[in-house]
Every structure is written in structure tokens, then in C-alpha cells.
């Protein structure tokens, strides 16, 4: 449509609409054909790295949607070590896109091994299956079930043990409890979590289902950690929306003029921990404690939030930097960046939130958790 906009002037009036309609015929076949192509690689990869005689099968859902955000990281790195624990599991482990999501072959925006299935595609191939788990994204429960074929519900209720684990990594975009009752119907259903916050026996309560602690892949010795002198003036912000927001940053380019803030967005993994290595600030607008916030402080910097209880700890809110309101947020963070703008306040207080952080996050503990999960010792049972 940008090509046909762009030439407009140029179209006789009576041929507008017969281009238009062209347009779309032609975008349709490209990806019909896009499609055609995905789905022949994956049946070749099918055949050349999986037996169809395979008993025991372990699944992730995941999104359809060539992306890098931290749900996708996080579903990649479960299923990445998931691998790696086959001696306790004893299943071949696979990645599908989400029903209802377009087919995708490979995640491009990260390094990563993993190549990506459609789920029914996955379900016909192995004939004998006899166990069979399936990770479910948290959002993921209701398109799940309301898009799977009868023939797909058909063969999951032949399978003589299924289990259902829903990942939950952002505890407000849980699905309703009804979509975990409705799992529950075609099998056993348990939840990871990776925050410390809703890992509660409160939250498993609430679920009617064993919940387990999981974590995430994010820790400290994965990260560049840079002192004071050797980072720029910058400032990432997360690309959340926030009515707030352009407030705020307008409010921060007012009383700081020479600080460079840089919104994140579009950026491969990769060049996102570049950019993070480099930021003395960082100011998230999302959860709170996401990605942004602790990948920039093991990277040396100091993050800026606003409390959200749903995901930080009682712990979080000694830090200066952690404020109660978006209006605590806006009378304080400029003046914070000035105090803290020096080497040894700025080492001081970043040292404090880097040793916070590290107590939550810890790449041994999360494959011990891991592995827990697969022999069955849930936190919560």
C-alpha cells in the first residue's frame, strides 16, 4: 500500500481501486508462498532430527512473531536448558508457534539453535506418543484452546499423559482461571514462575494448580559490568507506553540537556547489551523490574522505576531510585541524576542495587530450579 501511496498522483482515479485489489492479490500469494516454504523446511527438519516413533515429547508454545522481547528470551532459554537436562526428562524438546500465530521458522533477532514448529504439524508427525508436555505462555491459555483444531483436540486426548505447565512470567497477563480449568480437562496442569514476587503459596492457592519457582536466564556473569568513568552520559528508556511518559522525558530533557536518552526499540539482543553497557541510567516504564532494570544494573548502571508491587519484592523499595508513584517518579529523578552523578555516590548506590538484584538472580539456581521441576519437587505442590 506505501507504493501504491506513493505514486497516487500519478493513477488515473478510475484505476485506483482495481490496483488496490491487484496489491492485495499480489501480498496474499507472497505469503502463501512464505508460508508454503516455512512449512517444507519444517517437515524436513522434522524428518531429519526426530524419530516419528518418539514416546516421550516436551513442547513450548511461543510466539509466531520474529521479535526480541523478554517473554521470547525467557521461553528460548527454558527450552534451550531443557534440552541439556534430557537425562532427567528423557523427551525430545521442541519449540511450536503459538495456535492462532503466523508460522515461523527461526527467532533472527537473537543467537539461538532453535528452530520453531507449528503445533499440529508436530502433534501428526510422532505417532507414538505416549508422554507428552506442553509450556504454555501465560497469555497464551484461551488462544491456545480457542484455536485448536477438533482433529489436534482429538489427538491430545489420545495421548495417554499429558502435562500442561503455564509459564507465567508476567503475572498480569494471566489468563483466567476458567482457561486453566479447561486444561485441566485434558490433562495435568502446573505454573513456573519467574518472579519471587507471585511465587507464593498464596498464588498457587489462587491457581488450584503445583507452582513452582523458576527464575529467569538474566544473571550477573552474563553481563559487561562497567565503572563510572568508562560508561556515557546516556539514558535507555524501555519503549513501554505510559501516559506519563513523554511528561516525564520532556521534563529530564528540560533539566538535563546534555544527557542523551535513547528509547529502546527495533534492536537485535545483541546490540541492546551493547547499548546497556554503555548507559549510566536507565528508566523503565514497564513492569518495574524487567529486563531493562536489571540487565542495565549488572551492566553497571542504575536503573530508575516506579514501585510495582505485582512484581518487586518489599526489598526494592529502600532504593532511592525505586519510586512510590509516577509523580514521585517526576519530582525527584532529575535531581537524583545529579547527585548520583559522580563516581563515588554513583559506585556507591549502584553497588547497593547491583548486590539486590544478585541475590534474585542467579543463573545456578535457576537450573537447579529447573531441574526440580522436572523430577516433580515443586515449590508449591
Not at 508457534?97 to 543467537?111: E, Q
Not at 520453531?116 to 505417532?127: A, E, G
Not at 528508556?237 to 528540560?254: F, G, M, N, Q, T
Not at 546490540?271 to 544494573?297: M, N, R
Request: with cysteine; hydrophobic share 35%.
Amino acid at each position: 500500500m506505501d507504493i501504491l501511496e506513493s505514486y497516487k498522483k500519478r493513477i488515473p482515479e478510475p484505476l485506483k481501486p482495481s490496483l488496490r485489489l491487484a496489491l492485495k492479490s499480489l501480498l496474499l500469494l507472497q505469503n502463501h508462498i512464505k508460508e508454503f516454504r516455512i512449512r517444507k523446511r519444517q517437515e524436513e527438519l522434522l524428518r531429519e532430527n526426530y524419530s516419528p516413533d518418539t514416546e516421550n515429547l516436551i513442547i513450548f508454545l511461543t510466539p509466531g512473531y520474529d521479535r526480541v522481547n523478554g517473554g521470547i528470551l525467557s521461553i528460548s532459554s527454558i527450552a534451550k536448558e531443557s534440552i541439556k537436562l534430557k537425562h532427567l526428562h528423557g523427551a525430545e524438546v521442541l519449540l511450536c508457534t503459538l495456535p492462532g500465530d503466523p508460522p515461523l521458522l527461526k527467532y533472527t533477532k537473537f543467537s539461538n539453535q532453535n528452530y520453531i514448529f507449528k503445533l499440529s504439524q508436530v502433534l501428526f508427525y510422532f505417532q507414538n506418543l505416549k508422554n507428552l508436555m506442553i509450556h504454555i505462555p501465560e497469555y497464551g491459555i484461551d488462544q491456545f484452546m480457542r484455536n485448536i483444531s477438533v482433529q489436534e483436540y482429538a489427538k491430545l486426548k489420545s495421548i495417554k499423559n499429558i502435562h500442561f505447565n503455564i509459564m507465567i512470567q508476567n503475572i498480569k497477563l494471566l489468563s483466567s482461571i476458567e482457561g486453566i480449568k479447561r486444561l485441566k480437562k485434558l490433562g495435568t496442569v502446573t505454573c513456573t514462575t519467574a518472579h519471587e514476587r507471585y511465587s507464593t503459596l498464596e498464588i498457587r492457592k489462587r491457581l488450584g494448580v503445583p507452582l513452582h519457582k523458576l527464575s529467569t536466564f538474566v544473571s550477573p556473569e552474563q553481563y559487561i559490568r562497567k565503572s563510572y568513568i568508562e560508561k556515557e552520559n546516556l539514558m535507555i528508556v524501555s519503549h513501554d507506553s505510559h501516559p506519563k511518559k513523554i511528561e516525564i522525558l520532556s521534563l529530564i530533557r528540560k533539566q538535563l540537556p546534555q544527557l542523551k536518552i535513547q528509547i529502546i526499540k527495533n534492536l537485535a539482543y545483541e546490540d541492546y547489551k551493547k547499548v546497556i553497557s554503555q548507559a549510566k541510567w536507565a528508566l523503565t516504564f514497564g513492569e518495574g523490574l524487567d529486563g531493562y532494570f536489571v540487565e542495565t544494573i549488572f551492566s553497571g548502571g542504575i536503573s530508575f522505576a516506579v514501585y510495582n508491587p505485582d512484581f518487586f519484592t518489599e526489598d526494592f523499595r529502600s532504593l532511592r531510585t525505586v519510586y512510590e508513584n509516577y509523580d514521585s517518579l517526576m519530582k525527584n529523578i532529575c535531581l537524583d541524576i545529579k547527585e548520583l552523578d559522580n563516581s563515588e555516590r554513583y559506585a556507591a548506590y549502584q553497588a547497593e542495587q547491583y548486590n539486590l538484584c544478585k541475590k534474585y538472580y542467579n543463573y545456578r539456581i535457576y537450573i537447579k530450579n529447573l531441574e526440580l521441576f522436572y523430577k516433580g519437587e515443586y515449590t508449591y505442590r
